[in-house]
């Protein structure tokens, strides 16, 4: 970045003027330290895909600016950010995530040819004409807070609230409130019919000839017992109804049937061959033929499969 | 420390949320892009305070964090309510007014 400082425009003003507050070199240490992380926070918000990861970088890019505040003197805001961003503002985010749910994975097709590269040039863009700009400033020294917080930093903050800024700030409160009602009118859904009995659910059921009983359970025939894992059926494969809708569509589902038909397999090899060999000192002819004709059924069963 | 690098944080924050707003489609991404910016106005706000030796810009910054609050809450149930409707959150689905 130190290139695009205007070097020595007038040294001697500037050191007089930095002589008057120095910040430490800890918060020099810092600042690189935690500002690397929160750019590395907000670039994963904008490129990861699923957006509950977005949102968990965002809170530690949140967090990482709320000691940037403490650092800067803004107490009560850095606890604020935490409290309220972190806090209530990025677990709604969580909420909503969780609520719109599955299906909202970003697809990577691109609907605008070429606006991915557009944005980032636009993106870039934007950014050097910002950083240009503020390179530009003659920013050099801090005047420091020492003086406005002397009293407390929420108490300097209360006081400018409730004299210079009262009439901001009771605006503020008729905007909360009407967020609130806002959010509960767009979001209450009044409902227009009756909600159908049981019975009348058991008739559609009926007339329309889906599965009537219920479904049946996950896991049954397969090599595991859990929900995430569908029943196999007779033979060998696997059954769509044994298995909930969200986790297909998650792709959770582990699907064993490959392994279990081969483990049904292997034992029913070493079965035989433990049999074969009890026998087989008898009747060598006889086993082989047995061989031949298990390997033609197998054949057959692959074929049919 | 110069003030100036609190600046360029800042302003490489902001970039990087505007440029999300519009790499994006999924809405909720793209609101959280705003977040990412709004956020980093705010630490702009504060490095101004110190720097000026006054808490106004502590004040402007604690009005941005209600502002973003109610945004927050009405542009979330607006997203919901669209997820309602057409069973996605992706902001090219939402290219008009009603159903």
């Known amino acids: 970045m130190s290139p695009l400082h205007p070097g020595g425009l007038d040294s001697a003003a500037a050191l007089a003027a930095s002589t008057a507050y120095h910040t430490s070199t800890g918060e020099a240490v810092q600042f690189w330290i935690l500002g690397v992380v929160a750019v590395i926070g907000a670039l994963c918000t904008v490129l990861m895909r699923k957006a509950v990861h977005s949102a968990l970088c965002l809170a530690g890019t949140m967090i990482i600016l709320a000691v940037f505040y403490l650092a800067n003197g803004a107490y009560f805001l850095g606890i604020v950010q935490i409290v309220v961003y972190t806090g209530a503002i990025m677990m709604l985010f969580l909420f909503v995530v969780m609520l719109v749910g599955v299906t909202a994975a970003d697809s990577l097709k691109e609907t605008i040819a070429g606006q991915r590269w557009l944005a980032a040039l636009c993106g870039v863009g934007f950014g050097i004409l910002l950083i240009a700009g503020i390179a530009n400033a003659s920013l050099r020294s801090w005047n420091g807070l020492g003086r406005a917080n002397a009293a407390g930093n929420p108490q300097g903050l209360a006081a400018l609230i409730f004299t210079k800024y009262v009439f901001a700030f009771e605006l503020t409160g008729a905007l909360l409130i009407t967020a609130a009602v806002g959010a509960m009118v767009l979001t209450h859904r009044e409902r227009t019919e009756r909600a159908k009995s049981q019975r009348e659910q058991s008739e559609e059921r009926i007339r329309a000839g889906r599965q009537l009983p219920p479904l049946p359970a996950p896991g049954v025939y397969a090599r595991h017992n859990a929900v995430d894992i569908a029943g196999l059926l007779p033979d060998g494969t696997p059954s769509d109804l044994t298995v909930n809708k969200t986790l297909k569509g998650r792709g959770q589902i582990r699907d064993v049937s490959q392994e279990a038909i081969a483990d049904l397999r292997a034992l029913e090899q070493r079965s035989e061959s433990r049999l074969g060999r009890e026998r087989g000192e008898g009747t060598g002819k006889e086993r082989r033929a047995d061989d031949d004709a298990r390997e033609e059924r197998g054949k057959e069963e692959g074929v049919t499969r | ?99």
């Open chain 2, 1 to 99: 420390m110069n003030p100036v690098y609190y600046l360029y944080l800042a302003s490489l924050l902001f970039t990087i949320g505007a440029a999300g707003v519009l790499i994006r489609r999924n809405a909720i991404v793209v609101f959280m892009c705003v977040e990412l910016m709004l956020n980093a106005c705010n630490l702009a706000f504060v490095a101004f305070s110190r720097l000026h030796g006054n808490l106004d810009g502590q004040i402007i910054a604690f009005f941005t964090m209600v502002v973003a609050a109610a945004e927050v809450v009405v542009g979330l149930a607006i997203i919901v309510s669209m997820f309602r409707a057409r069973h996605s959150a992706s902001v090219d689905d939402a290219s008009l007014m009603k159903l």
